[in-house]
């Protein structure tokens, strides 16, 4: 299909900061959400202002609410960035930092493997990293994940491997990797997610950080651990911009 994105649409598509945005921009900082969220931002989000401050684009994409990062909402994400490069003429190779929490984090990592432009930085919270574990790991998944992967060739698995972090580990380009994951968390487990994923992609060779937090649940971070996020992904943009 035809892309249809223009900037005179895009707020129909995603909410994006360019309004609060400082000149000149210096990066770009896409957050992904949870499964089933269906919220828009008619106005500038605390989130949008603080990296506005910053010099750097805060987008949050409207993808679908059961989206798991499948080939349609990565290809959706990079229409939008096409859409903001072509508006500020900004470089192909502005700095891109990918963040999200759950589904979120999910899609955070899986959109490292399949981006039109590699992201130099990912931060996740709480990310499901086992996909094809997770569908049996609480009663309201399968219907989300068959959704997603509906229409792939291929077996049900087929499907799941391709939008698992986990799976998809020969894929990451060779950015820089942030996991936080509560240690309390009962939606995603962090031994059977994080753990597992951040073993095979250390084995791999690639640099992750990875901080646990005691007595939170799933994606509760504390102030000092959403200061530390946040930090990260500053940091990264500013390092790719020295670079």
Partial sequence: MERIM???????????NDNVCKKPIRGIVIQFFGLGNQTRHPTDTVEGEYYGE????????????????????????????DVLIEKYG??????????????????????????KRKPVACVTNCPVCDVVFHYTERDDLPRTLYSAVYGIEGTLEDGLKSISPLHLVDKMPKSKYHLFHCMEDKSVNIHS?????????????????????????????TLEMKKLYAEYIVKAIEEANHD
């Fill in 6 to 16: 223009t900037y005179e649409t895009l707020r129909s598509f995603t909410y994006v």
């Fill in 54 to 81: 910053k010099g750097i684009l805060y987008i949050y994409p409207y993808n679908n609410p059961w989206c798991w990062m499948n080939k349609q909402a990565v290809d959706f994400t990079d229409e939008i960035i």
């Fill in 90 to 115: 900004l470089d192909e190779n502005i700095p891109i930092v990918s963040t999200g929490g759950s589904m979120g984090g999910q899609g955070a990592l899986v959109y490292m493997a399949y981006a």
């Fill in 193 to 221: 997610h994080s753990e597992k994923f951040i073993e095979a992609m250390r084995a791999a060779g690639h640099t992750v950080t990875y901080d646990t937090v005691p007595d939170r649940g799933h994606c509760a971070l």
